[in-house]
């Protein structure tokens, strides 16, 4: 599970039925359609090994970068060069940020604070956004930023309280290394016409595996870039502390 080869089957299967195009593409008068989302929560390293992976099946997609984040630097020299070559690879990027509950102004301002900031030092226009772990509050509005592209608005998502029988758009994603929503191999998408598949970069890797192997794998690799980062900082750094 959860390996590259299971990723080129799951996106085979769902353009056998459904154009895959991008959210910008997507009007009120489009009758079919899959968007793909990558949310970046803990390695931009496994996001771009992603984007190569979706660059040989000859599609795009939208990866979001987190500004606020405690386990990488969006901001970085060596993060900055990989967002740009994710994007050189034809896909898209777009703000991925968890705001507190706060009135629609304030979060206007919030949200574009950080979007002129990853502009600013991506050197590119960022057309849109994605909320983390995201509040009801702001799902029931479908909060609008003028001039950008929420991925969560009604023409990619339908808010429910009561989940009705049959969704306008159908929404599945990859959570905590989990399709609680369905797992798009057991799915018939030609009962489907709108699709937004959300995945989590972290969760795929070459090999695959549980949700245990690989998270450990994952701390292993960041505990690496670490290590190489403060031996590459100092030179007074205890050696025998970064075997």
Request: proline share 3%; glycine share 4%; hydrophobic share 30%.
């Amino acid at each position: 599970m959860f390996n590259y080869n299971e990723y080129k089957n799951i996106i085979n299967l769902i353009r056998n039925h459904l154009p895959i195009i991008d959210f910008s593409e997507v009007n009120e008068s489009t009758k079919k359609f899959c968007v793909l989302r990558h949310d970046i929560e803990f390695s931009i390293d496994r996001a771009y090994e992603l984007a190569k992976v979706e660059k040989e099946l000859g599609v795009s997609s939208t990866y979001t970068v987190q500004v606020r984040n405690n386990t990488y630097n969006a901001l970085s020299e060596k993060n900055i060069d990989l967002i740009k070559k994710i994007k050189d690879l034809g896909h898209h990027i777009g703000l991925h940020q968890n705001p507190p509950l706060m009135n629609l102004s304030e979060l206007k301002t919030y949200v574009s604070t950080d979007i002129q900031m990853l502009e600013y030092y991506y050197g590119f226009y960022i057309d849109r956004f994605a909320f983390h772990r995201p509040k009801k509050e702001y799902l029931k509005e479908y909060f609008q930023l003028e001039n950008k592209i929420n991925c969560y608005d009604k023409k990619f998502f339908q808010y429910f309280d009561e989940k009705p029988n049959k969704l306008d758009v159908l929404y599945l994603a990859d959570s905590n290394h989990e399709w609680k929503y369905g797992y798009p191999l057991d799915y018939d998408f030609s009962e489907i016409n709108k699709l937004q598949l959300l995945t989590h970069p972290y969760s795929w890797t070459f090999e695959g595996g549980d949700n245990y192997g690989n998270f450990l794998s994952l701390i292993r690799e960041r505990n690496n870039e670490l290590v190489n980062s403060m031996d590459t900082e100092t030179n007074t750094f205890p050696k025998e502390l970064l075997r």
